[in-house]
């Protein structure tokens, strides 16, 4: 009986180590208050990781998370907005000015630009 008790504890302590990895970039940045409105949408381009194409889409959404410092603002608004896989290999997220600055710091960022909206300027119309 204490023989088992101490396989249970160990598997259990074992799978919490395996977890652990996938949280300490969360550790980097604050968790801030989002009732200020500070945040915006940043485009986040990474460096192609070697393991991107044999991961599926819930893996890579993890792995693009694994850079925030949480999951959801205050608001309950999901802080990443889109996991860009095919053009280039990054997110979009809702971010602070000083959480951007921390993940521009980080390895395998390659750029961080806010989203914006352009309006189409074209010559020739249908009219």
Known sequence: MEHSR????????????LLLPATIPAWLLPIVDDTSSN???YIIHLDRHKMHDLLGD?????FH????PNTTLDSGLPRLVYSYRH??????ARLTPNELD????????LSADRD????????????
């Open 58 to 62: 819930e893996e890579l959404e993890s």
């Open 102 to 109: 921390v993940i521009r710091s980080m390895p395998g960022v």
């Open 39 to 41: 945040h915006h949408i």
């Open 65 to 68: 998370r694994s850079f925030l």
């Open 87 to 92: 053009v280039i290999s990054g997110f979009a």
């Open 6 to 17: 101490q396989n249970i504890l160990f598997s259990s302590g074992f799978f919490l180590f």
């Open 116 to 127: 914006q909206v352009y309006q189409l300027e074209t010559t020739y119309t249908p009219e």
